[in-house]
Each structure stands twice: as structure tokens, then as C-alpha cells.
């Protein structure tokens, strides 16, 4: 997929715009003034028929003079998980619901463009994998720390990936870590990388963590020879 693409497909269009979530934040762009622009939140959609945002009464009360059926408008939004696009597409507006709250109604897009966000494309995964302080290059997996976290691998790519912890309470104090993966295909051979975590995200009884890997030849390797870029979650 390259980075930014234009496309009247159909199964591309429906493969993109199903990975949306209810609840999800929009952007609606109300006229050619890219200033006229509000915020609204995704109820549900109808293929082929409709997209449903709802928006605040005050945010309605505002611009109402700019929402009427018929109105073009250009609608925004991130896909998250494995796709990592920007969304965008005309519409128009259907009809306008007052009650019990503010609804939109848009028609459904004939084209989408999107713009790829990430630099290399990830799939998702439930691979095993355990992480610690980084350790010197020649140390191996098995002479690697004691003081490790398990936990999964949400997603992978050649540049990074996103893991799950169960055990910890509250962020990780590292940086720079070392992270072990065991493929199914050859668990008695895993592959010890060095990464640096990006970003870290605090749930309830989880932790997950964006990790940036450094340049690794065995990793590329082991995905060409998997194909894993060929799998159909990336087809859209």
C-alpha cells in the first residue's frame, strides 16, 4: 500500500471504512473554509447507505446555519489498529435528528483517500514475547536477564511493535529494552532484539507499550520468509 491513495474500489472502500469503531472521533469539515470545522463522534453506519455521527447541542446550536440536507461536507477520521490510516471523503448531508440528541446522517462515500501513517505496514499477532533492560549484543536469549515481563505482541512490523503486560501497575522506568520473540513455526529459536520504548498506555489491569526496534536483518528475514506482508488484512 503506498502512503497516500485515492480509490473508488468497492471492497476497498467497504474492507477500509469497516475497521471504524463506534464511538470513534470525526472531523467534519462544513464548507470549503477549512477554519468551519467540528468535532462529532461516530454512532454507526450502514454500508452503502449512511454514516451516523452524533454531535453536542451546543456545537449544533453554533453552526446549525451550515447543516441543512443536501449540505456538502468532507468528513475525517483515524482508523486505528493494524490499518493506521487518515480517512477522508465527500458527502452530504441526509438529514439532521434533534431528538433525543443531535444525530447526522451522511451519505455513504463512492470514493475514499487515505494517507498510510505508519512507515512500515503491521499486522496483528498473539505471539509470545518477554522484554527487560537491554542487554549487551552478544548476550543470548537464554543468558539474557532473570528480571523479565511476559507478555503478547499485539501487532508487529519490521520496525516495531506493540506489546501487552499483565504484570505491571504502573509504566515501566526503561528505555531501552530488550525483547524476546518466539515464532510458532520455530519457538527453540527465538529472535532477541534491541528497542527503545516510544509511547506506554495504562489500563485498569494492563499495560501496553510502543517499542521502536533497531535495525534488525534477521527480523526482515524471518517476515519475507513468512510472507507476513502478504496476509489479507493488509489487501485494503
Known amino acids: 500500500m503506498s502512503k497516500h491513495q485515492i480509490t473508488t474500489d468497492r471492497t476497498t472502500i467497504v474492507n477500509t471504512l469497516t475497521k ?7 472531523d467534519i469539515q462544513l464548507s470549503a473554509n477549512k477554519q468551519l470545522r467540528i468535532k462529532a463522534k461516530l454512532v454507526g453506519y450502514q454500508e452503502g447507505a449512511y ?11 453554533q453552526q446549525q ?4 440536507e443536501g449540505k456538502s461536507c468532507v468528513i475525517r477520521m483515524i482508523v486505528e489498529g493494524d490499518a493506521g490510516l487518515c480517512v477522508a ?3 452530504k448531508l441526509i438529514t439532521i435528528n434533534k431528538k433525543p440528541q443531535i444525530m447526522l446522517f451522511v451519505e ?11 512507515h512500515k505496514s503491521r499486522i496483528n499477532t498473539h505471539l509470545p514475547v ?16 532473570s528480571n523479565m515481563l511476559e507478555g503478547v505482541v499485539l501487532d508487529l512490523s519490521e520496525g516495531g511493535c506493540r506489546i501487552e503486560l499483565a504484570a505491571p501497575s504502573q509504566s515501566l522506568s526503561m528505555v531501552f529494552v530488550q525483547i524476546i520473540l518466539r515464532f510458532p513455526l520455530n519457538p ?8 527503545t520504548i516510544k509511547s506506554q498506555q495504562q489500563t485498569s489491569d494492563k499495560l501496553r507499550v510502543g517499542i521502536q526496534f533497531d535495525a534488525n536483518k534477521q527480523l526482515k528475514a524471518v517476515f519475507n520468509k513468512l510472507n507476513m506482508f502478504n496476509h489479507p488484512s493488509l489487501a485494503a
Open 108 to 118: 455513504y462515500p463512492e470514493q475514499i483517500e487515505f494517507i498510510q501513517l505508519r
Open 130 to 145: 518477554v522484554i527487560s533492560e537491554q542487554q549487551a549484543a552478544s548476550v543470548s536469549a537464554e543468558e539474557a536477564s
Open 51 to 61: 454514516f451516523a455521527f452524533s454531535l453536542p447541542q451546543h456545537i449544533y446550536a
Open 65 to 68: 446555519d451550515h447543516m441543512f
Open 89 to 91: 471523503f465527500k458527502t
Open 20 to 26: 471504524l469503531s463506534p464511538g470513534a472521533m470525526v
Open 188 to 195: 527453540e529459536k527465538p529472535i532477541v532484539l534491541n528497542g
